[in-house]
């Protein structure tokens, strides 16, 4: 998708890569400036330096053999490669001898170093100029207006020493500032290299990457546009690089199939209320309206308040359960984990139980270890535990000449298997035990029972919470429900 510099200047990628180059190109140019002012400070204070020590020689020589081997020198070092600039003038500024032409005016008039650099021009750089075509104008060794207009651009720059003379004559002494203004130009075309390859960097770091991030990131507003207009089914791309917008997206994904599981959740426990709270409901009704017809004693009356007031309990229940389940499933929950003895909360349970299995013709029976502690909420294992022995206990009658549930408590792996084994006719069909665990599913078989058909739902959830899980296996004969907590914070 095509953008406009203003859209794109929008984009926080753009904005941040903007910033960066700006922020780098002033340090950069704040360090160039630094560094040539300083290496420009080191090479002047050199060049004082070479002056004065040049001074000095000539100033020995001077004292040797006054002006006549002062001129002799000057004119040796002179001619040398790469001489300084020698310079000795008359009381008016006249030169007489020295590899110095021209000069900016002014500049032998003030005695010392001179204040800013100033232009000249080479003995013999006229004379070379006009034998290239440049400009005609014969002009005399002097520092006069002809000179400082042509030197302007035929020029070069410099600082030196002036001194007067017992005489009265002026000496010059300096040195050229080319190496120093070279160095600049040197530093001043590598900052603009140095920019231009970061301009042009940043251009194809934008189009190579940055539109390749921009790709992804409308991909994934599409993606979340179509799942904002309700397919939950949706889910954002992943391309399997493993960068930050891979993890985005499968963090998203993981949290749109958990937004899409608690909605399923949602529409079949809205479902199974209508259908399945429908029959005591009306069961309710139909007792109120059929005491209310005709005449009754007071203990009829009252009969049939005790008998509503029970099937109220059973729907308050009802409600609770359904209630607890979908916090846990949500995780919203409020039930808080401690050190639980799995074994102790395996033996209540069961010393609870025995009275209703021993009414019931059932044996039971637990085999469990001394002590297991885990990290868990005591109440909700317990209610869980219950649930799977009421079940087990309920639908192993009659099965079989010997009805009996056992409850055993082991590690295996990684693993406590806490596993609640009946010999009834057990769930043979695998999609049956799989629907077993949903709310308010009761099998054929089981409908002779009382119950809502929670039970199981419930302790999947609790399991849910402990990070564990709920299996149901067949037996043969019989059902074998298996809580399985995993070891970690285990003793």
Known sequence: MALSLPAIMRTTAARLSALYFLLFALCAVLLVFYMTSLSASMLTGQTKDTINDEVLGLARAYQRGGLPVLVRVVEARSRQPGANLYLIADANGQILTGNVQSLEPGVIETVGWTSEPFSYQRFGEGELDRMRGGTSDQTTPQTGENSAQSEGEKGHNAIALVLRLPNQMIMLVGRDLGEPERFRAVIKRSLMLALGMMGLGGLLIWFFVGRAALRRIDSVSDASRRIMG???????????????????????????????????????????????????????????????????????????????????????????????????????????????????????????????????????????????????????????????????????????????????????????????????????????????????????????????????????????FHNGRLDLLPADPGLSVVMSFPVRGTN
């Open 230 to 464: 309700g397919d939950l089914s949706g889910r954002l791309p992943v391309t399997g690089a493993g960068d930050e917008f891979d993890r985005l997206s499968e963090n998203l994904n993981t949290m749109l199939a958990r937004i899409a599981m608690l909605n399923e959740g949602l529409k079949q426990v809205s479902d199974n209320i209508a259908h399945d709270l429908k029959t005591p409901l009306t069961r309710l009704r139909n007792r109120a309206e059929a005491t209310l017809a005709g005449k009754h004693k007071t203990t009829d009356y009252r009969q049939a308040l005790e008998g509503t007031i029970a099937e109220s309990d059973q729907l308050i229940k009802t409600f609770n359960a359904i209630l607890m389940i979908s916090r846990l499933e949500a995780g919203y929950s409020s039930e808080t984990t401690s050190p639980v003895d799995l074994a102790a909360t395996v033996s209540d349970v069961v010393e609870l139980y025995e009275p209703v299995a021993e009414e019931a013709g059932v044996v039971l029976d637990a085999t469990v270890p001394e002590a297991i502690t885990i990290d868990g909420n005591r109440e909700l294992i317990g209610q869980a535990l219950s649930n799977i022995v009421d079940n087990a206990i309920k639908y192993s009658t009659g099965a079989t000449e010997s009805p009996k549930v056992r409850v055993t408590l082991e590690r295996i792996g990684g693993e406590l298997k806490l596993a609640v084994t009946d010999n009834g006719h057990g769930i043979p069909d695998d999609a049956d035990r799989a629907r077993a665990t949903e709310r308010f599913v009761r099998l054929e078989k089981s409908r002779s029972q009382p119950g809502s058909g929670l039970g199981l739902s419930l302790a999947k959830a609790i399991m849910t």
